[in-house]
């Protein structure tokens, strides 16, 4: 078996907030994901999952614990892991006043792409996005589906081994949040290892080859579904996780118990 | 340093900082077009709104004069634009009158002071104006010319009474004349003007570009998706700063030539045609050097200065709140720098910004001291890494990156303070 392509050991994350104090928004997470495979953090909003992804692509800096991207560490080498890795989330914009086509250069050049291939590159990825008729057009003057064509390809500009997307359906409709995951779908047919959050039990079902359950900032349970409904002896990804959930808060799960007998 | 990586970073901030109006309307279309025209509009005003306190008629109380001083008062009658009021009331009545702007001033004929009746039929006469009314100072102006005719006129008549004959009495004479040519009073007024503006337009130049490199990005949600760019933040961080600092170079030097081509326009209400000199010589193109490399100083000061505040900020109107009060600061030696007779001392020399002032008003004028512009690059250049340092420090920071911490740099320099000493 190959070594993976990110893992995660122990991986922890504390903020210090002035009203709550020392909070753990990641507690310990173990992780990994290989080539040719999508694996999904599911939880609910505060989960710590996009602190967990944050940290693994270098935007925040671990408390503890380690994490590597194509063997580079985060603490230790943060450009090579960014230069391995292509992150794309709700909150990933991109820049207004420049063109489709500027876009991907810049992406390409910053992220140091061979230089030679940089054009050649553009054009392939214009190609299969479907940018052409928009490719000159500036980013301000495009509708929300081609915007989206244009930051995932210029997630993939440089052509990453790794790929994040972390709740990235949360703002597209029915119809751009498909299609994306029809390119997921595919980049993970190439080979890429991908890690995707998110808190629609549906998507996670479709999508992901292992899933990891996340509450609280710690993995409760890691899996296929198939496992999971093994483990559990439900069938619905949102029955598992409410299954795992109350494990993980007993007290939760003997009050909502209590409310639910009251006549 | 991958320069290559900055570079690439540096173009895509100018691409994008080109493409978007406001700042493209503040650092370059104000530099080049609105600051010249609404100087030439503002002296132009100035000096119109003076022209027309000129034309306008005044009201002058006059008390009872001596019949020996009657051509006083006759004299003050025949100037078309002053209006005779004769006061029989007393002076407290004249001031309220002249307070509230229904009399200019009052000329009041008096015994002489000590020492003053050696001559018979000698008087004081006493103006009673306000200075704060315009009004009131020109009245006060038309009548010392008319005393001092008429003071100059009875001495003369009762000079030749006494027998003292025009040739002996034009032995003593004052003559002045003004040895600055217009040339001179041209640098003059330049050195007051440049070093003035030029402070103004880098750092309004800088402002947006600023806020819309940090604040900005947060904005527009670019913020992220550059931080996860393969490249080192510090590589970012210089790319920002370098692009703030070209505009605010860009900026003031624009300004700069905009005001060198159209200095003849603009002075020309000023100074009744000495900014014709202009163009013979009365801009120095040995201070052209110097003023490249002041602007350019400023430039990378005030672009590092104005990071380190805007970083903190969440959007524009934040930054704007944020830079806002360094952007005053920094206009400070502008106020001191209107007194001519501020030396550029080699104390001065070490204080950032005023030396830069001080330097381009000393290429203006030709003379820069050696040591004090020595003093001035070294100071500069010290202020430059340090506040390079700081920006660099403070864009490398976890909650600076996320806008996750509150309040702005100094809020943050406390917090770490703080994490530093528990820490130890």
């Known amino acids: 078996m190959t070594d993976p392509f990110v893992q995660t050991r122990n991986l922890t994350k504390t903020f210090y907030e002035e009203s709550r104090g020392e909070v753990r928004a990641v507690d310990g997470v173990d992780l990994t994901c290989s080539s040719g495979e999508i694996f999904g953090l599911l939880g609910a909003n505060g989960a710590g999952k996009t602190t967990t992804l944050r940290m693994l692509s270098t935007v925040l800096?671990?408390?503890?614990?380690?994490?590597?991207?194509?063997?580079?560490?985060?603490?230790?080498?943060?450009?090579?892991?960014?230069?391995?890795?292509?992150?794309?989330?709700?909150?990933?914009?991109?820049?207004?006043?420049?063109?489709?086509?500027?876009?991907?250069?810049?992406?390409?050049?910053?992220?140091?792409?061979?230089?030679?291939r940089i054009e050649s590159r553009i054009e392939d990825l214009i190609d299969r996005f479907g940018i052409r008729d928009f490719a000159d057009s500036r980013v301000e003057k495009l509708s929300?589906?081609?915007?989206?064509?244009?930051?995932?390809?210029?997630?993939?500009?440089?052509?990453?081994?790794?790929?994040i997307?972390?709740?990235?359906?949360?703002?597209?409709?029915?119809?751009?949040?498909?299609?994306?995951?029809?390119?997921?779908?595919?980049?993970?047919?190439e080979g890429k290892a991908i890690l995707f959050s998110t808190h629609i039990m549906s998507e996670a079902e479709q999508l992901c080859d292992r899933i990891a359950i996340i509450h609280q900032g710690r993995i409760l349970a890691v899996g296929t579904l198939d496992e999971l409904r093994e483990a559990t002896g439900h069938h619905y990804l949102e029955e598992i996780f409410v299954h795992f959930a109350r494990v993980r808060d007993p007290e939760e799960a003997e009050l909502e118990s209590l409310r639910r007998d009251r006549p | 340093m991958d320069l290559r990586q900055i570079w690439t970073l540096y173009r895509h901030e100018i691409r994008s900082a080109l493409r978007e109006r406001s700042i493209l309307l503040t650092s370059i279309i104000l530099p080049v077009v609105m600051y010249p025209t609404l100087l030439w509009v503002g002296f132009t005003g100035f000096y119109f709104l003076e022209g027309q306190a000129e034309a306008m008629n005044t009201r002058i109380g006059v008390s009872p004069v001596p019949e020996a001083?009657?051509?006083?008062?006759?004299?003050?009658?025949?100037?078309?634009?002053?209006?005779?009021?004769?006061?029989?009331?007393?002076?407290?009545?004249?001031?309220?009158?002249?307070?509230?702007g229904r009399l200019e001033a009052l000329v009041e004929s008096m015994p002489p002071g000590e020492g003053g009746g050696a001559l018979d039929g000698n008087r004081t006469i006493r103006i009673l104006y306000t200075?704060?009314?315009?009004?009131?100072?020109?009245?006060?102006?038309?009548i010392e010319q008319v005393t001092d005719a008429h003071g100059a006129q009875w001495i003369a008549e009762l000079r030749r009474d006494l027998g003292v004959s025009d040739t002996v009495w034009a032995d003593y004479a004052v003559v002045m004349t003004d040895q600055a040519t217009a040339e001179d009073v041209t640098r003059f007024l330049l050195a007051m003007i440049v070093p003035l503006l030029t402070l103004i337009m880098v750092a309004l130049?800088?402002?947006?570009?600023?806020?819309?490199?940090?604040?900005?990005?947060?904005e527009r949600g670019t913020w992220e998706t550059l931080m996860t760019v393969a490249a080192p933040r510090s590589n970012v961080a210089t790319a920002k700063y370098l692009y703030v600092a070209t505009f605010g170079a860009v900026g003031g030097l624009l300004n700069l030539a905009a005001l060198a081509l159209s200095i003849q326009w603009i002075l020309s209400p000023m100074t009744?045609?000495?900014?014709?000199?202009?163009?013979?010589?009365?801009?120095?193109?040995?201070?052209?050097?110097?003023i490249v490399a002041g602007t350019a100083l400023l430039g990378l000061f005030v672009a590092a200065g104005m990071l380190v505040f805007a970083v903190f900020a969440r959007d524009f109107k934040e930054g704007q709140s944020m830079i806002t009060p360094f952007y005053i600061v920094i206009l400070m030696?502008?106020?001191?720098?209107?007194?001519?007779?501020?030396?550029?001392?080699?104390?001065?020399?070490?204080?950032?910004?005023?030396?830069?002032?001080?330097l381009l008003r000393g290429a203006i004028l030709g003379d820069i001291p050696f040591l004090s512009g020595l003093v001035t690059l070294l100071s500069m250049g010290v202020a430059v890494i340090a506040a390079v340092a700081l920006a660099q420090f403070v864009m490398r920071r976890e909650e600076v990156l996320l806008g996750t911490g509150q309040g702005g740099l100094w809020d943050f320099l406390t917090r770490t303070l703080r994490r530093g000493r528990n820490g130890a």
Request: aromatic share 6%; proline share 7%; hydrophobic share 40%.
């Open chain 2, 69 to 100: 001083h009657q051509a006083l008062v006759d004299s003050l009658a025949s100037d078309p634009r002053i209006e005779i009021r004769e006061w029989s009331d007393n002076e407290q009545a004249a001031a309220m009158e002249i307070a509230r």
């Open chain 1, 165 to 189: 997307f972390d709740e990235p359906t949360v703002a597209l409709d029915v119809l751009n949040a498909i299609e994306l995951r029809q390119i997921i779908a595919a980049l993970r047919d």
């Open chain 2, 333 to 358: 030696p502008a106020l001191f720098l209107q007194s001519p007779n501020l030396e550029f001392s080699t104390g001065l020399a070490a204080v950032p910004i005023v030396n830069v002032a001080l």
């Open chain 2, 272 to 290: 009744n045609g000495v900014g014709e000199e202009i163009s013979q010589g009365g801009f120095p193109l040995s201070a052209i050097p110097v």
């Open chain 1, 61 to 116: 800096r671990p408390t503890s614990g380690e994490a590597w991207v194509m063997g580079h560490e985060v603490r230790k080498d943060p450009e090579r892991v960014r230069g391995n890795l292509g992150f794309y989330s709700a909150s990933t914009a991109l820049y207004p006043k420049i063109t489709a086509r500027e876009t991907l250069r810049f992406f390409a050049q910053v992220n140091r792409f061979p230089r030679e």
């Open chain 2, 131 to 142: 200075e704060v009314r315009e009004g009131s100072r020109s009245a006060r102006n038309r």
């Open chain 1, 144 to 163: 929300s589906g081609m915007k989206q064509k244009v930051s995932i390809a210029r997630t993939v500009a440089h052509d990453p081994p790794v790929l």
């Open chain 2, 205 to 218: 130049a800088a402002f947006y570009p600023a806020i819309d490199a940090t604040a900005g990005e947060r």
